[in-house]
């Protein structure tokens, strides 16, 4: 039987600031990339955040991204890979102190924002943060754009990867996704979404915005949980998946 | 034999800000509480300073404060028994995360400046702390001032305590250490230190402001690592103690 | 003729973060708080806050706060009245950048959150933020709570001061408000609410928990801009004041 | 007479945190850039160096950085152009506001490291940068690399600018620096470097690492205040100067 990972940002409150409707998209959902204070989230948000999330038997992982509060870590630092490398260790240690204190797992690790982006395209950066991820446990899936350097990083270090396909964001011929300068980016009409993401763990394949066909790997599909239609996305993707006859279930299982 | 064991607060320095010679400072102490981010240290620091201590045998901490890098974490910040909590899990989970990559072992937590002082005098705020501790690991020792709260606290739940003394500073008829403000809280003469170092730890008695005899005890000594002196002081603490028959060796020993 | 200002909390918003409705809410005060980027807001939401609040010419203050951005500043933190000197006075130049940059006036400035708790109660903090806002500018009006040591010091150095009640909350026999763990301390009634601040400015008085008539100088009052009903709280407050006869206008005209 | 003016970059120290030897410096300088917070700063070393900085007699400028303490500034970060205005007029806000509580005038900005650096060459952020400063006030001086974009862009929008050099750093045939990663980037010979300044004082040429001769207009000269043999080469390169004719004086006057 196919299936798929359906994954989605999480715990992007901070403070007295709250975002996302983290609690019912989590009952859609099997894993959550949880922030660990370096882009979003604060102690507060990532104990309650993993609280929940383990209590629905959601598989849990580290969002690591730029120290960039205020930019909510969508813009490019130039960091070092041993920057990367020491910036990646402590978010993941500081988000498994919350799950090791719950008594649950780890299952695995994805970039955010500028952070993602970057170790798609750049081997030495997604090299140090592979490093980083199986030095701490060499257990941990790694998450990164399908095909991406961040994906090869992960395979060449020895970690198991996945491949992450988006829903909702259009392709180009080399399989990249168009930036989101361009005016096709996004796909805004739900069905298009859904026939596309069904087409790409079905067939392997995307149509670009050139209109080929391009192979693409999907094991993880990324939602995303902030906006106002999130949750409703996110259950009509689900449910269309399954009418589809593709189980949705963690890596892990 | 009698024995104590030697801790020095380390990788307090950050970016581009060095303090303290902990490279040195190491080869004379038996644990090191490492800075976690909060009030001093970063993830360069702290990768840096896991790998040395490590490498050198010592014991390691994680030495966890409040999120006040402009004040060090010296100032007294009003935060909940459930923010304290948070912040402990996370700041043991990230100083963790670098000695998991290391393959080390975190031997203990000891809170810094102003969470220090208050988790001794304040049961609910240590209760927090050592329930942290306890969650995260219960096998980790919880470093706290000899005979305070946090002691007390730590072993209501149910870990290992390390009773704290210090060598230059003076004490109350209460077995507390005289305030900071009074004329007489700092031992400057070496040689008087270390007398009141080698009586607590042989005869678990010291002698008060007011010149009294009070117990004491004494199962870690606190070294400063800062200050153009601090070098030639933990040399010259360590071997008197030795002179006395009295061995050096971190707590888990 | 009577009248009094109306000022609301403004520019809370952070990065990726929105709170609060400032655009519309600004259309019914006549004084703006802006935060200064260390409780909230950042250089974004400062800049856009003070545009909109010159434009609709409404009075601009500084809105000062502890550096506590997790905490939103509402956490008691133990500093110095030389530091709450230097943090008094970078906010007020930061915001007065922005302010000077459009060709404004700073009017006025007032303590945030647990800095403004403190200041009512603290005389050498008080007098510490009050001697800071008259340095930078003596003409600048410095709220505080009505009757507090905040006031006192403003006096006492100098400057013109704007003594605040609130519309929701009770008061104790000493003019101080009913704390917030009190079950009486919040006026949820609307119409119970504006009695109060009507009778507060037209008479003098408000009547204590206790029911006793206590003396209280109402020049400015505060006004919640953020919640789901604070737009409706804003221009029901506003009208009710107006049909009483009373003009709301800000502390300088 | 030829006259150059002499920088250098101060109150760099955070916390408890020191670096550089401010005090003794300001002696042998005409002109203080101070950071303001962002790469390094804070408000109790920004007031104590701007009131150092008046009191000697020295022009006060504001050093405005990229938000990353950790990366002292150094590291580059996408921001966009508005968000450039925006972190420019926060950071000279601020420090105004220290200087206009001592009763002095800020004479200039000038941009810090890797903000320097793509200001240099980065026409947009230039002119963002440009126009933040000439909008809080008109009069200020725009320091920047000699030749630079952001040279151009400050005389494009009407402020004054000085054409900064530095003496221990050697330039490439276009004029600019030698990359710091290129073996030949620095100057260690103090009296090469000496030498060099005077030659771009007297001449208006530079040696580039080609030999060939390079226009360069000298009104400012940087130099660095950290390091063990600073204040030494400071005292000798004044004294050079001085020696060689040329006066010592901030370029307002």
């Known amino acids: 039987m ?144 399908s095909g991406s350097e961040l994906i090869k990083a992960g395979e060449e270090v020895g970690l198991r990867v996945a491949n992450e396909v988006f829903a909702d964001r259009t392709y180009s011929d080399d399989g990249c996704l168009t930036p989101r300068t361009h005016k096709d980016a996004l796909i805004k009409e739900g069905t298009i979404a859904v026939q596309q993401v069904i087409k790409m763990i079905k067939e392997g394949i995307v149509i670009s915005t050139n209109g080929n066909q391009v192979n693409i790997k999907a094991e993880t599909l990324c939602i995303h949980g902030d906006g106002s239609h999130a949750l409703e996305f996110v259950k009509k993707v689900r449910k269309e998946i399954e009418l589809n006859g593709i189980e949705v279930s963690a890596m892990r299982t």
Request: hydrophobic share 45%; with cysteine.
């Open 2 to 145: 196919l299936s798929i990972d359906l994954n989605c940002d999480m715990g992007e409150s901070f403070g007295i600031y709250k975002v996302g409707d983290d609690e019912k998209v989590l009952d859609y959902i099997s894993s959550a990339n949880i922030a660990c204070g370096f882009h979003a989230g604060d102690p507060s948000v990532m104990n309650k955040t993993v609280s929940l999330a383990l209590s629905k038997g959601v598989a849990v992982g580290a969002h690591i991204g730029f120290m960039d509060l205020v930019g909510f870590g969508r813009r490019n630092m130039n960091i070092s890979p041993k920057e990367a490398f020491e910036i990646t260790i402590y978010q993941i240690g500081a988000l498994y102190g919350f799950i090791k204190a719950e008594g649950g797992n780890l299952s695995h690790v994805k970039p955010h924002g500028a952070l993602y982006n970057l170790a798609a395209k750049d081997k030495n950066l997604a090299l140090a943060i592979a490093e980083a991820v199986y030095k701490i446990d060499n257990e941990l899936i790694l998450y990164g754009l």
